[in-house]
């Protein structure tokens, strides 16, 4: 599976509201590790849309990958990913963690990634290691959309999925 193409000046689809030229591009490119644990799940994410698979492997620790690699991740089904939605980051010393939601639709419908991951500071980097998933429940008709438009879901992602 081929990389994505995506121009440095739109918006990041990790959702922080920068360019990927100034957010994540410059993680997947290796120019400089991403400084925090949340700053890698966003990069990691927008790896899953972009499909920078290597990039994924390469920050997951060694130790949890259990046999993952770029082209088992390559070989998909791929998602249409809506959006994420970090919820909480903490970070200390040499570990964190961030609880998101990474919505996503498929032919079986919308789902997300509901999930509080943990990270390690290993050698000058933040490496994904495991988490905890929870179960989602679907946005309700009148609760803010998915896709961070700011409109409500029945006015907006409701009517696409």
Known sequence: MVEKPY?????CPCGSGLSYGKCCAPYHQQ??????PEALMRS??????????????ETHHPDYRHGLTAAELARGPHPHWWSLQVLQSTQ???SGTVL??????????????????NF????????YTDGEQFQVQLPKRNELCICNS??????CCMNKI
């Open 7 to 11: 121009t440095t000046e739109l918006a």
């Open 31 to 36: 120019q400089l590790p991403a400084p925090t």
């Open 44 to 57: 990691r994410y927008a790896a899953f849309v972009l499909h920078r698979f290597s990039y994924l492997e």
């Open 92 to 94: 200390q010393q040499h």
């Open 100 to 117: 998101f939601k990474a919505w996503f639709q498929t032919e079986n419908g919308l789902d997300a990634i509901y999930e509080l991951s």
């Open 120 to 127: 390690q500071w290993v050698g000058n980097q933040w490496f």
């Open 150 to 155: 700011g409109r409500k879901f029945k006015h």
